[in-house]
């Protein structure tokens, strides 16, 4: 659901025109509410919080929402030069380079820098007073696009759309083998490995996990062959891509953990290219492009 008007931001509040289906009716504040929840898609918890604590105003034909609270980070600071992908008010998308976690690890005081140290010290330098929300996640040394929620109708619009498998994530990699092009969907159940912490595994009774291939490129031949691939996801489990392509026999460059050599590339060779989702507000499509890293484009070029 989403709503395609004009808005704009004025500090704290959303001010938004939603026309006359408010303005003749004659219970206008039954009205505001059922443009709200109905036309504009705010969600039930948002809205009765934002009606206890008075944050719901219509003036002659105007409606404003105070959906940007002064909010603290809820992470310390830490500056990175972010690349930034995508920004407006409700969504921030940046690309996340290899060897870092999107999150810290909460058992760890002190610990490596993580995307979302990052990203609040971007918003501390940008006078963005709001906690860092990270929608979905990457592997440590997996790199491209991560989306963020600026604010929580933002938050609670994308997590809606994660659980209904409405963003859309496209990866390329790296493979040791000659993929098939009759190889175009991975079907098989992840759970964890009980012989490795680390480690998932396909599991008869692991969760359900399907990932969509699309072959690219192919070099060598036999053992030597080298694939170059297109991969997007109906789930997201952990390790999702890694554990398919390993499990098919075509384990990613560089991939220790899954059958991979370290030799081949200085991690695993997985990459997202494009990140597209509905913008929580006007419900518009947004396509966000992350071009390759140097390392991998070096290894697609000697290849």
Request: aromatic share 8%.
């Amino acid at each position: 659901m989403s709503w395609k008007g004009s808005w704009k931001r004025r500090g704290p509040w959303l001010e938004v025109t939603p026309g006359r289906e408010i303005a003749t009716d004659e219970n206008r504040a039954e009205a505001v509410d059922r443009w709200l929840l109905n036309r504009l898609g705010l969600p039930d918890k948002l809205w009765r919080r934002l009606r206890h604590e008075k944050g719901i105003e219509l003036t002659g034909d105007r409606l404003r929402l105070a959906l940007f609270p002064v909010v603290d980070l809820g992470v310390i600071p830490r500056w990175y030069d972010l690349k930034i992908l995508y920004e407006d008010d409700f969504c921030l998308v940046v690309h996340k380079p290899a060897g870092m976690a999107v999150h810290p690890d909460g058992g760890v005081k002190d610990g490596p820098l993580t995307l979302d140290h990052a990203v609040a010290s971007y918003y501390e330098i940008n006078d963005i007073h709001t906690a860092v929300r990270h929608v979905h996640r990457l592997d440590v040394d997996t790199t491209g696009p991560v989306l963020y929620a600026k604010n929580e109708f933002a938050l609670l619009k994308l997590d809606e759309q994660m659980r209904a498998k409405d963003i859309d994530r496209r990866y390329v990699a790296l493979v040791r083998g000659k993929v098939p092009p009759s190889l175009r969907t991975l079907d098989w159940p992840i759970g964890k490995d009980r012989h490795h912490k680390q480690r998932r595994r396909v599991s008869p009774i692991g969760q359900k996990a399907v990932t969509h291939v699309e072959v690219g490129e192919v070099w060598g031949s036999g053992s030597a062959a080298i694939s170059l691939v297109y991969l997007t996801l109906e789930t997201g489990r952990t390790h999702q891509i890694r554990v398919h392509l390993s499990h098919a026999g075509y384990p990613l460059l560089g991939d220790v953990l899954y059958g991979g050599r370290a030799a081949d590339f200085g991690r695993q060779a997985l990459h997202g290219e494009r990140l597209t989702f509905c913008h929580p507000l006007s419900g518009e499509t947004i396509i966000v492009e992350d071009a390759w890293p140097d390392d991998f484009q070096k290894l697609h070029k000697q290849l």
